[in-house]
């Protein structure tokens, strides 16, 4: 079956520290995974998507297909990055009908 | 272009009641994606258009939710004979899909709340 997990709803940290929020998804096929990040009174928008091999606001993603984890990794929080982190796979129920699917989220807070 | 726009943004309504949301996309993009979001979880897909075409529906959506896209530009969702466990918040997100690639970006509205009494 598909899943994508987020093991942890709650993450603090203290600014300056390296942060990692974690995601484990489960897959028959190769997924295309992505986070997305909702800031306190924003909407939900794209941060990065593992095709791209990017960093965006200092943070990265490696997708490891043996392990099946896609976490987000930052080496040194800023307060700013306090908000709700969602990875979201898109993959297919079948056909080629692709979708984007959430995981229930984590909440970075970053203390000063 | 403001992006993606959701109205009413609130709505209260007593249970039995029918009830529907607008969505308005970003005026180029094709795609357009009904999801629903309850505290504590992540958005929850429920259904996607691709111009005026409905081309998947969630096994979660009973037959008391419908969505529509006419002419492939804004869309609604109604959602008739409202129940306690419909409150929640809908989102809607859009996006521009082209033959060969899976998804791509979504671009996500502020949402609608909406809360059956």
């Known amino acids: 079956a598909q899943r994508v997990t987020q093991p942890e709803k709650l993450l603090s940290v203290f600014k300056g520290a390296p942060v990692e929020l974690k995601c484990n998804y489960s897959?028959?096929?190769?997924?295309?995974l992505f986070w997305y990040v909702q800031y306190s009174r924003q909407r939900l928008q794209l941060l990065l998507r593992h095709i791209s091999r990017e960093s965006i606001k200092g943070f990265t993603a490696d997708l490891n297909k043996g392990e099946t984890s896609f976490h987000l990794k930052k080496p040194f929080a800023q307060e700013e990055d306090s908000a709700m982190y969602y990875c979201?796979?898109?993959?297919?129920?079948?056909?080629?009908?692709?979708?984007?699917?959430f995981g229930k989220g984590t909440l970075l807070t970053v203390n000063p | 272009d403001t992006g993606v726009s959701q109205n009413p943004r609130h709505k209260i309504t007593k249970r039995g009641q029918n009830v529907t949301f607008r969505c308005d996309p970003i005026?180029?993009?094709?795609?357009l994606y009904w999801y629903r979001q309850t505290l504590g979880q992540g958005p929850e897909f429920l259904t996607y258009f691709q111009n005026e075409a409905q081309l998947e529906k969630s096994r979660l959506l009973s037959d008391r939710f419908s969505a529509e896209r006419p002419k492939g530009s804004f869309s609604t969702l109604e959602i008739q004979r409202t129940e306690q466990g419909d409150s929640a918040m809908y989102l809607c997100?859009?996006?521009?899909?082209?033959?060969?690639?899976?998804?791509?970006?979504?671009?996500f509205g502020e949402g609608s709340r909406l809360t059956v009494l």
């Open positions: 979201a796979p898109q993959w297919s129920s079948g056909g080629s009908n692709y979708k984007l699917t």
């Open positions: 005026s180029e993009h094709n795609r």
């Open positions: 897959y028959s096929g190769s997924p295309e």
């Open positions: 997100a859009s996006s521009r899909w082209r033959t060969g690639t899976r998804t791509g970006e979504l671009f």
